[in-house]
């Protein structure tokens, strides 16, 4: 909803309007620290795991009390007497499918970074190799 640059992250400007939008306006530092309390990637821009991480941890409790984050939190939470029940099962659904989503996105990564090790291995041995035929050839 507040993504307005569909692009899949939630930037500064974003942040701004949504917390303006929920009632809790927040100052431009504000603003920046909730960012970089839970940006991973430090790109300066909120994925939407990054999104699910303030409710993880807003259910932790470690989140500042003050913190915009944590009213960020509060303000989202659900409630299932004025949502009923079928709006807090969609609600949770989306949840569980974005949580599903970010163990991929995790999985992903892993296997990227797998591939990266393979690739300097066989760099190294291509090396080691090459070193070998020149000494056989400089002899």
């Known amino acids: 909803i507040y993504d307005s640059g569909r692009d899949g992250y939630i930037d500064l400007m974003e942040l701004k ?21 839970v940006d991973e990637d430090f790109d300066g821009k909120l994925s939407f795991r ?7 941890k807003a259910a932790a409790g470690e989140l500042e009390e ?13 409630d299932v007497s004025i ?3 079928k709006g807090a099962k969609n609600f949770f659904e ?9 163990s991929k996105f995790e999985a992903e990564i892993k296997a990227e970074q797998d591939e990266r090790k393979r ?5 190294k041995h291509r090396r080691a190799a090459f070193r070998e035929l020149k000494s056989a050839f400089t002899q």
């Open 17 to 37: 309007l949504m917390m303006e939008k929920l009632g809790a306006p927040q100052t431009h530092l504000g603003l920046k620290n909730m960012i970089k309390e």
């Open 66 to 78: 003050d913190s915009g984050l944590l009213t960020l939190a509060k303000l989202s939470e659900i």
């Open 50 to 56: 990054e999104f699910l991480l303030i409710f993880h």
């Open 83 to 85: 949502e009923g029940v």
């Open 94 to 102: 989306a949840k569980a499918q974005a949580l599903s989503s970010a």
């Open 119 to 123: 690739e300097e291995e066989e760099r």
